[in-house]
Antibody
């Protein structure tokens, strides 16, 4: 059974850097084709894809946020870390990490429970 | 503004069928068979319901089906049940640098 869980601060101040960790089980990021992505959802709004990292360390970012995002993996710890710099109140959202089966799988399944991050001074 | 267009809301009575549309362009929905659909209940994480336009993951009811015509994908739910009341999001691969786009979401109300 594959599970993922997001962790990190619930409150950050404007201009600060957000660091979120996705800890997963039931699969390995050293397995060929596997990936982990990050998606966020502002309160009452739609989903927005942020970033994706694959087993071979190939990284993809949303162009609109690319300058602010960094995604890394620690295969030994079964973790993926997302950092987002220069946080703004508009970045207030629930942040999800999710499993991608293979490079050819254009879907996420399953998702973590999500973590709500509020940006406020 | 989301890259894929969905109706804000749809409704139906128990036992009826409903269809949710998801309109994109030839760079995403119309160009690839890589449309997926997610169900999201309030306060919960999205759940994959359909992938690659019309495939159902193991464990998803066969009351859920997907299709595509041109630049528009559709999710059909037959035999509506109260538990189907949720938000539904479509997603597609895109050849643009965005790589992956979601729709704005559709709230399904079971009357």
């Amino acid at each position: 059974q594959i599970t993922l869980k997001e962790s990190g601060p619930t409150l950050v101040k404007p201009t600060q850097t957000l660091t979120l960790t996705c800890t997963f089980s039931g699969f390995s990021l050293s397995t060929s084709g596997v990936g982990v992505g990050w998606i966020r959802q502002p309160p009452g709004k739609a989903l927005e894809w942020l970033a994706l990292i694959y087993w071979d360390d190939d990284k993809r970012y949303s162009p609109s946020l690319k300058s602010r995002l960094t995604i890394t993996k620690d295969t030994s710890k079964n973790q993926v870390v997302l950092t987002m710099t220069n946080m703004d109140p508009v970045d207030t959202a629930t942040y999800y990490c999710a499993h991608r089966l293979t490079v050819a799988s254009n879907w996420f399944d399953p998702w973590g429970q999500g973590t709500l991050v509020t940006v406020s001074s | 503004q989301s890259a894929l267009t969905q109706p804000a809301s749809v409704s139906g009575s128990p036992g009826q069928s409903i269809t949710i549309s998801c309109t994109g362009t030839s760079s995403d929905v119309g160009g690839y068979n890589y449309v997926s659909w997610y169900q999201q209940h309030p306060g919960k994480a999205p759940k994959l319901m359909i992938y690659d336009v019309s495939n159902r993951p193991s464990g998803v009811s066969n009351r859920f089906s997907g299709s595509k015509s041109g630049n528009t994908a559709s999710l059909t739910i037959s035999g509506l049940q109260a538990e189907d009341e949720a938000d539904y999001y479509c997603s597609s691969y895109t050849s643009s640098s965005t790589l992956e786009v979601f729709g704005g979401g559709t709230k399904l109300t079971v009357l």
